[in-house]
């Protein structure tokens, strides 16, 4: 062999072992020999720094191992050695070393009998050390754990809020037949637990045989949109028994909202349906104006000048009068039912008009469920209130 082969074998064999060694501590992985006749043990550099031992001190006998073991996982090596010591096939465990104060890793050991005709002469291992490998595991159990208890606590809070939302606004059972109109209201949750707002409807017939019809929404999410929302709509119940119109009971809402309500802002239409004549008159605060079905063709009505519950305290609610004829329908909602992070609001709009033509007016509660199918179902994001009100004629 000449000498330029053998000091091309040479460079091979050790970049080979430089390639080893850096895979080594790339797997934290290392591996040691101990020959059972001679008493020879031969170690890694990888698997003295998974011990934490001065390859100076040299390496440990196999007896020696028990020494740095957690006493709850003695019976683990005691077992590894005693199945080795029987010679028959490769058997690993997992147990956790103290390297030092407050320092215990977590170490898997596959050991390998080495044979002769004579018997067992030795034993080969490979030695990892897992404790990232653990810790990420826990750490990923902790987090299931936590996520498990929120969604627990998420459905239990969800249920306290849409309990609460019923006590304070229950939804009637199909349609409400009052003077010349059938009614029927949804309320459609939001999908998200945290998403469940203050949407809120009125539909009831006043002394003097006129009907208040009313919906809104109250800024926020969660229980104190919910406590605002029930002290808006009581007062509105109270104030309408003063007979003002529309807008006076917008000005007043608004002057609640602004000193009693703080830093919350709502939006409203409050308006008043004569029987006898058909005619709608409203007011409305920053909502979406209602759409009217006529003759099978979907509108929405020019709203009144009017802003946010809230917004400011000086700005006059204006007065529209709309005339409603038998067989119309009119639809009046909160902004969670057209408004969705995906499409845009017109978007939303042309798709609920769309659907309200298809409404029919003698199981308008029916139509309603049919409507809220027809646009996508529920919105993830924020919850809405629905109000149908067909005037006499649609059977």
Same mark, same amino acid.
């Given at each position: ?21 850096? %895979? ?38 196999? %007896? ?75 750490? &990923? @159990?902790? @987090? ?16 306290? &809020? ?56 109250? @800024? ?68 979406? %104006? ?8 979907? @509108? ?87 109000? %149908? ?7």
């Amino acid at each position: 062999m000449s000498a330029a082969t053998e000091v091309g074998g040479h460079l091979d064999c050790e970049l080979l072992a430089v390639r080893l060694a850096h %895979a080594q501590r790339l797997g934290n992985m290392g591996w040691a020999e101990w020959n059972l006749r001679t008493g020879c043990i031969i170690w890694s550099d990888q698997t003295y720094s998974i011990f934490g031992r001065d390859p100076d001190d040299g390496p440990l006998r196999l %007896a020696e191992v028990a020494d740095h073991v957690e006493p709850a996982d003695l019976a683990a090596l005691d077992e590894l050695l005693w199945t080795v010591g029987q010679g028959v096939e490769p058997v690993q465990a997992e147990f956790r070393i103290r390297r030092g104060a407050g320092d215990v890793r977590n170490l898997r050991m596959v050991l390998e009998p080495l044979m002769a005709p004579g018997g067992p002469t030795g034993v080969h291992g490979v030695i990892q050390d897992i404790t990232g490998r653990r810790r990420a595991e826990r750490i &990923m @159990s902790e @987090s299931r754990r936590q996520l498990l208890e929120a969604r627990v606590q998420a459905a239990e809070e969800r249920h306290v &809020m849409l309990a609460l939302r019923e006590a304070i606004l229950p939804e009637p059972v199909g349609c409400l037949d009052l003077p010349r109109t059938r009614i029927a209201v949804r309320y459609v949750p939001a999908e998200k637990t945290a998403s469940l707002g203050g949407d809120w409807f009125e539909a009831a017939a006043l002394p003097d045989d006129r009907v208040l019809l009313a919906i809104g929404d109250v @800024s926020g999410h969660g229980l104190p949109a919910i406590a605002h929302m029930a002290q808006l709509r009581h007062a509105l119940i109270g104030l309408t028994m003063t007979g003002a119109p529309p807008n006076r009971l917008l000005a007043w809402l608004n002057d609640l909202v602004l000193h009693r309500l703080a830093d919350t802002t709502a939006t409203a239409i409050v308006g008043h349906l004569d029987t006898a004549t058909g005619v709608f008159t409203w007011g409305q605060a920053g909502n979406l %104006a209602p759409i009217l079905v006529r003759d099978g063709v979907a @509108s929405q009505l020019d709203p009144p000048r009017g802003v946010l519950l809230g917004a400011a305290g000086d700005r006059p609610y204006r007065l529209a009068t709309t005339e409603l004829r038998d067989g119309d329908l009119l639809l009046m909602f909160t902004d969670g039912l057209v408004e969705r992070r995906d499409r845009d609001i017109d978007e939303g709009l042309d798709l609920v008009m769309t659907a309200a033509c298809k409404l029919p007016g003698c199981d308008l509660d029916e139509g309603l469920d049919r409507l809220l199918t027809d646009i996508g179902g529920p919105n993830p994001e924020d919850d809405a209130c629905l109000l %149908a009100v067909g005037i006499l004629g649609w059977c």
